[in-house]
């Protein structure tokens, strides 16, 4: 059975990527771009797959889950440049949304 990682066993699997090369991380507008870039592409397939606009035959197929992939590392180097622990970070934010919006929405019914 494969090991599950944390969030911050990711986080250090990528820094030892990056720090492998000498140019290191990109500039934080750099990681901006290259964040903003992704995320156009991950927009893309879900409006080829679930919006009106579809994919033209000369385009290449390509899957969501890797778009979110290669976001995801952007997200990844850009905490990393920045000193951010995401593992933390998340837990702060599930934690806000467990107090301050617990009443927020309908709970399911068992």
């Given at each position: 059975?494969?090991?599950?990682?944390?969030?911050?066993?990711?986080?250090?699997?990528?820094?030892?990527?990056?720090?492998?090369?000498?140019?290191?991380?990109?500039?934080?507008?750099?990681?901006?771009?290259?964040?903003?870039?992704?995320?156009?592409?991950?927009?893309?397939?879900?409006q080829?797959?679930?919006?009106?606009?579809k994919?033209?035959?000369?385009e290449?197929?390509?899957?969501?889950?890797?778009?979110?992939?290669?976001?995801?590392?952007?997200?990844?180097?850009?905490?990393?440049?920045?000193?951010?622990?995401?593992?933390?970070?998340?837990?702060?934010?599930?934690?806000?949304?467990?107090?301050?919006d617990?009443?927020?929405?309908?709970?399911?019914?068992?």
């Amino acid at each position: 059975m494969e090991e599950k990682k944390t969030l911050s066993d990711l986080q250090l699997e990528v820094d030892t990527y990056i720090n492998q090369f000498k140019e290191g991380y990109f500039p934080p507008m750099e990681l901006l771009a290259r964040l903003t870039e992704e995320l156009g592409e991950l927009s893309r397939e879900i409006q080829h797959k679930y919006g009106i606009k579809k994919k033209k035959n000369t385009e290449v197929e390509k899957e969501i889950a890797d778009e979110m992939g290669d976001f995801f590392f952007v997200l990844l180097c850009m905490a990393n440049a920045e000193g951010i622990n995401l593992q933390q970070s998340l837990e702060q934010v599930l934690n806000k949304y467990n107090t301050r919006d617990k009443d927020r929405w309908t709970i399911k019914e068992d």
